[in-house]
């Protein structure tokens, strides 16, 4: 039946990912520190330079993190070649939570998940990335935010002493800028306010960001499902959607920017 077709078909992408996975650790096993890392991929964006075009989760292991961690990679938008640090989708997870969760990360890579700043931190402090936020609506449409210049700790020794500043820059897109005016603030969650407001900004908009006094953006807010009578404390993009909307979909995610041109 066609049904048992489906379920054999995605039962085989499900043993192909796994596969795949399974090679790919296999591989790195082998690897000490200061083997050479040549072979290993830093980011998503290495990864389909070496021939994979699926999108899905792989292992990748940065310059500043030789361990490695899993990510899910975006082959497809614009080019491809996306380490994805952030996506919220359907409210199955709880954003609500406290400094130690966002250092640290959280959810599934396949699902709702928060990569982690220290994660960030070592994909981004060297510079030269950019950062794509595509995002949905309840009625089905979309847009985008596009920053040419995206980093988390930028050139800092101790990162989360630093509180993880946010540096962004060079805005494109369709969905209009809420990001460029929390450049260079840190992070804030309900539990550690480093914010320019005399609350705490997560604890009163119940979310984690790069808040000022308070925010444009609010991406880890609460999922409230599009319209709402409470005020900035949703999944918010307000240039988009205003102060009163929570986005259906939201999907933060960086790639090296191209070297040939600064302007996508």
């Not at 310059?63 to 994805?84: I, L, Q």
């Not at 309840?138 to 946010?166: K, M």
């Not at 990001?179 to 997560?202: I, P, V, W, Y």
């Amino acid at each position: 039946s066609a049904e048992f077709r489906d379920s054999l078909l995605s039962l085989q992408r499900e043993t192909e990912s796994l596969r795949r996975l399974r090679s790919e650790l296999h591989r790195d096993a082998g690897h000490g520190n200061h083997d050479d890392d040549a072979g290993r991929p830093r980011d998503c964006s290495d990864i389909l330079a070496s021939g994979s075009s699926q999108s899905g989760v792989y292992s990748i292991f940065p310059t500043h993190d030789p361990d490695g961690f899993m990510v899910y990679c975006d082959m497809t938008t614009a080019g491809g070649g996306w380490t994805v640090i952030q996506r919220r989708e359907d409210g199955s997870v709880n954003f609500f939570r406290d400094w130690n969760a966002y250092r640290d990360g959280f959810g599934k890579t396949t699902g709702e998940h928060w990569l982690g700043l220290q994660r960030i931190y070592s994909l981004t402090r060297s510079g030269g990335m950019e950062l794509r936020i595509d995002m949905a609506d309840f009625d089905n449409a979309t847009a985008f935010a596009h920053y040419a210049d995206f980093s988390v700790g930028r050139d800092s020794v101790n990162p989360e002493e630093d509180g993880y500043p946010l540096t962004v820059d060079q805005y494109s897109g369709t969905a209009g800028d809420s990001l460029l005016k929390h450049s260079g603030m840190q992070f804030t969650t309900k539990d550690r306010d480093q914010d320019q407001s005399e609350n705490n900004c997560a604890a009163y908009y119940q979310g984690a960001w790069w808040y000022r006094n308070c925010h444009t953006s609010n991406l880890n807010g609460q999922y409230l499902r599009g319209g709402h009578a409470s005020y900035a404390d949703g999944v918010e993009w307000s240039s988009w959607t205003g102060w009163q909307y929570s986005l259906r979909f939201t999907e933060m995610k960086i790639r090296p920017r191209p070297k040939s041109t600064s302007d996508l």
